[in-house]
């Protein structure tokens, strides 16, 4: 058991410019999540995925924003056309589905800054 | 929708005296109830969970939480904190609701012990 890890842990980018973040979960679990933490705020939900199913999205987001997780292993967030209010940390989550006690893991997060 | 409050942005605190984290929620269903915690330039980790039974749940570092379904509320405290307690604590609320897997986070409290 290695944790959640996630890459690249920093990103500056443009304004206007794609970036795309990756999510590898703990071996094994079939759950995995994104949230987004700005700032002296707690982290929000974006998406989840059972397997490589997205099953949920927030409004959070917007049709910029697209995850996938196409073999039901490790996930990919891309941001395109960055504005500087996507600046955030990005963070990745996943669980092993045990009904209603499976716990979330979470990686290290990914901080994006658009300038 | 359900949402949580955590009323103190920040709590500082003297080396060895006793502390207590506020956290309430809202939510019109059942909900389970989480403590992470996030240590300086760590990812969030798990401290304890409130899913059913007891009441009264504990971490292995000395924490506990009490979940009060009439205050809707779920105080962390620890009786006696060390230097190595310094993080910010979010408390979180995920609804018992199939398919609803979502955590919702409050906006965390910077726990600060003072030597």
């Known amino acids: 058991d290695t944790g959640v890890s996630q890459n690249p842990r920093h990103k500056i980018t443009k304004r206007g410019q794609n970036v795309t973040f990756r999510c590898d979960p703990i071996?094994?679990?079939?759950?995995l999540y994104w949230y987004r933490q700005t700032l002296g705020q707690g982290p929000e939900f974006l998406t989840y995925?059972?397997?490589?199913?997205?099953?949920?999205k927030s409004r959070l987001l917007s049709d910029r924003f697209s995850a996938e997780r196409p073999k039901g292993s490790f996930s990919t967030l891309e941001i395109q056309r960055t504005e500087q209010g996507d600046s955030a940390m990005y963070l990745c989550?996943?669980?092993?589905?045990?009904?209603?006690?499976?716990?979330?893991?979470f990686g290290p997060g990914t901080r994006l800054t658009v300038l | 929708a359900q949402s949580v409050t955590q009323l103190d942005s920040q709590v500082p605190v003297f080396e060895e005296a006793p502390v207590e984290l506020r956290c309430n929620y809202s939510?019109?269903?059942?909900?389970?109830l989480f403590w992470y915690v996030q240590y300086p330039n760590q990812g969030l980790q798990l401290l304890l969970k409130?899913?059913?039974?007891?009441?009264l749940v504990e971490s292995i570092n000395g924490f506990e939480a009490e979940f009060n379904k009439s205050q809707t509320s779920f105080h962390l405290r620890k009786p006696s904190v060390h230097i190595s307690d310094t993080a910010e604590y979010f408390c979180?609320?995920?609804?018992?609701?199939?398919?609803?897997?979502?955590?919702?986070f409050g906006t965390g409290t910077r726990l600060t012990i003072i030597p």
């Open positions: 989550a996943s669980s092993l589905s045990r009904g209603h006690s499976d716990t979330q893991y």
């Open positions: 071996s094994e679990h079939n759950r």
């Open positions: 995925f059972q397997n490589e199913a997205q099953l949920e």
């Open positions: 939510s019109s269903v059942s909900v389970y």
């Open positions: 409130y899913l059913s039974g007891s009441t």
């Open positions: 979180a609320v995920r609804v018992d609701d199939f398919g609803n897997e979502k955590l919702t």
